[in-house]
């Protein structure tokens, strides 16, 4: 008889409430019931409790277990997840209105961003100073206004690739300078 049939042949028996096939159900299928339980709620000792309130639902409810419509250690693992899954969303806090609001992420930058940021502003501002006024106004209204490179050409009335080699050049000495 295959490991399957013998558990199904087991449950059939705890249907009948014979309590030695329940301790030998125990046995033999609480190692992986276990590491269900353990697996979702991830402490030991809940898991121990909540592994024995398992097998309370196993055998209350053996006699509803019908192999015709799937193997036994499915079924006896769903018992445990979903028992599992009840303990952990048992377990969880019920937030009120100032938990829940103090919960939800803050999307300003923190202080020490702030400080970082305003500090890289200084250095992009000081870098900038170092171009020509023009290619400074060119890098400014393509990356700060989103002028396209060919406004940008139009605005300062030169050709489109000078504007594109302009904003290059100007980007290789920005980032050198950032990089001192």
Partial sequence: MAASEETEALIGHVAMRDQKAF???????????Y????RIIGNRTDAEEVLQE?????W????????????????LAAIARNRSIDFVR????????????????????????????KGEGRRIDRCM????????????????EGLSYQELADQHSVPLNTMRTWLR????????????
């Avoid at 590491?35 to 353990?38: A, P, R, T």
């Avoid at 209350?60 to 079924?75: D, I, N, T, V």
Wanted: hydrophobic residues 40%.
């Fill in 23 to 33: 301790a030998a159900l125990y046995k033999r299928t609480s190692p992986k019931l």
């Fill in 35 to 38: 590491g269900v339980c353990l």
């Fill in 54 to 58: 398992v097998y309370v639902r196993i």
């Fill in 60 to 75: 209350q409810r053996a006699e509803q277990f019908a192999p015709s419509q799937g193997s036994a250690m499915p079924w």
């Fill in 90 to 117: 048992a377990r969880k806090p019920v937030a009120d209105e100032f938990d829940s609001a103090y919960d939800l992420a803050d999307t300003e930058p923190d202080p020490e961003e702030q400080a970082i940021a």
């Fill in 129 to 144: 100073e170092e171009l020509e006024a023009d290619r400074a106004r060119a890098v400014r209204s393509a990356y700060v």
């Fill in 169 to 180: 050049r100007s980007l290789i000495r920005l980032r050198e300078c950032m990089d001192r």
